[in-house]
């Protein structure tokens, strides 16, 4: 159905109210490039101001990018022109786009699209304003969906620009985000505005207008309505999009545990009883808690993550997400964390017994003490793996207690010849991380003793004739 002006204008209307897109007396930037889809938004949005229940404040904003020196000055007068008539501040902004592409790197669009934003922006902080007022409507929709789909984008790219985006301190809106271009070039005509053209519209050595101009022709061939179906498209995307996300963040919540040292973790299992599309969705978003680039299209990122955290082996591996971070399974466990977040080395000598000795990191402190012979129950064992029984004679003292070193090896009850450390630590499927938290106790002779809470050496055995007992127990601390 053809709308006509006041038809339009009532729709806007009923969509700001749907999405809220302004309140009463809002100050708003129109961003005005002189063509008919920002003319027809500023006089639309003039319409509206001047009913009393709305009354807001505009402020017309331009952008010369400097690309068609005299063809862009004269499109800056135009504007100029447009913002007096309605009664309207006018800001321009003259930018020099070659420049700043040779120092950024960027692509045109790229910079020029970065140089617009920032300006835009800028003028929003100067008049305190709620939102930026952009025109973009529903064929640029078609067209940023079919780029996206392109491009091999997921579902939030295939919801395509929202009509309502927070970025910064402002909203980013787009009334005309459910109008076509000939609804507003109509519009234009019916209230008898002029715009401008920009030529370089016309030239399809840019991807949107060689999809413009293109692509979208070629397949309106085989679909009529295709610009409408590729909004149809956004519009189910994005609100399936909002839905997951929504679900990711609850997952979120709900099965992970984040540490004070930024460490993000959580389990294997849990992850393992959501949806797929779950699975994939709670990880992109505990990326996005991370100080790495993470783009809509990095699916391999997320896929390496959820697959290997998956898989049966190996149960052990880390995977570098560049920027300092890194994704790390431990058996059962799945951590985001930073590369920086590494465990120092310690060695503590006990000169005396009794003593207490804390770990950093572990909450939980090594404590010696000493049993006399009449002391010295019958057939004295050991409680738990965190408790260790030695003879006080044969322990060659002072005793150290260390972090693990590289080519560490234990003698083992039960065990002829001695194990390394590292192995001992895999059979008792120690995660690598705890590994460097975990303290080795050795002798004078510098022979590991034990490995609190793991597995106990052949050194000092209680004996029937042991007059005298040292017992070591790891336990939490006090407090």
């Not at 413009?212 to 956004?234: A, E, H, I, K, T």
């Amino acid at each position: 159905m053809e709308l006509n002006l006041s038809r339009m204008v009532k729709q806007i209307c009923e969509l700001a109210e749907e999405h809220g897109l302004w309140a009463p007396r809002h100050m708003i930037v129109v961003a005005v490039s002189g063509g008919p889809d920002s003319v027809a938004l500023l006089h639309i949005l003039s319409l509206i101001s001047q009913d009393e229940s709305a009354a807001l404040r505009l402020v017309v904003a331009h952008v010369n990018h400097g690309f068609r020196p005299a063809e862009s000055a004269e499109e800056a007068e135009f504007v100029r022109g447009l913002a007096k008539k309605y009664g309207c501040p006018f800001e321009l902004a003259e930018l020099d786009v070659p420049s700043y592409m040779k120092e950024s790197g960027m692509g045109g669009q790229e910079a020029a699209r970065e140089l617009r934003y920032r300006f835009l922006h800028q003028v929003a902080d100067k008049y305190g304003a709620a939102s930026i007022a952009l025109a973009h409507h529903g064929d640029d929709q078609a067209e940023t969906v079919l780029l996206r789909l392109l491009r091999g984008s997921g579902l939030t790219g295939l919801g395509g620009m929202r009509i309502k985006r927070k970025e910064k301190n402002v909203e980013l809106i787009r009334p005309l985000l459910r109008m076509y271009k000939t609804d507003l070039i109509r519009a234009c005509e019916e209230a008898g505005l002029s715009f401008v053209t920009d030529s370089s519209n016309l030239s399809n050595k840019y991807a949107r207008n060689a999809i413009r101009l293109d692509v979208l022709p070629f397949l309106g061939q085989y679909n009529g309505q295709l610009v409408q179906s590729l909004n149809r498209l956004s519009l189910v995307a994005e609100s399936e999009d909002d839905y997951m996300s929504k679900a990711a963040e609850e997952a979120v919540e709900r099965l992970t545990v984040r540490d004070k040292d930024g460490t993000i973790s959580l389990k294997i299992a849990a992850l393992a009883g959501l949806h797929v599309a779950l699975q994939r969705r709670l990880i992109k978003l505990i990326l996005t808690y991370l100080p790495i680039n993470t783009e809509e299209s990095d699916f391999a990122k997320i896929e390496a993550i959820r697959s290997g955290a998956l898989q049966d082996r190996p149960t052990t591996w880390r995977i570098d997400l560049g920027g300092g971070s890194l994704c790390r399974r431990e058996y059962g466990d799945l951590s985001f964390l930073s590369q920086s977040v590494e465990e120092a080395g310690f060695a503590y000598r006990v000169e005396a017994i009794p003593a207490s000795v804390p770990v950093a990191g572990t909450g939980r402190v090594l404590s010696f003490r000493q049993l006399s012979a009449e002391s010295v129950p019958p057939a004295l064992k050991p409680l738990s793996r965190d408790e260790a029984l030695f003879d006080a004679d044969e322990l060659l003292c002072p005793l150290t207690v260390r972090s693990r070193l590289p080519g560490d090896t234990m003698r083992m009850m039960g065990l002829a010849g001695s194990k390394k450390v590292k192995d001992i630590f895999i059979d008792a499927k120690i995660p690598p991380s705890l590994r460097g938290r975990i303290p080795i106790v050795t002798d004078a002779l510098g022979r590991i003793v034990w490995i609190p809470g793991v597995r106990r050496s052949d050194l000092a055995p209680i004996k029937g004739s042991t007059g005298r007992v040292i017992v070591m127990k790891w336990e939490k601390a006090s407090g």
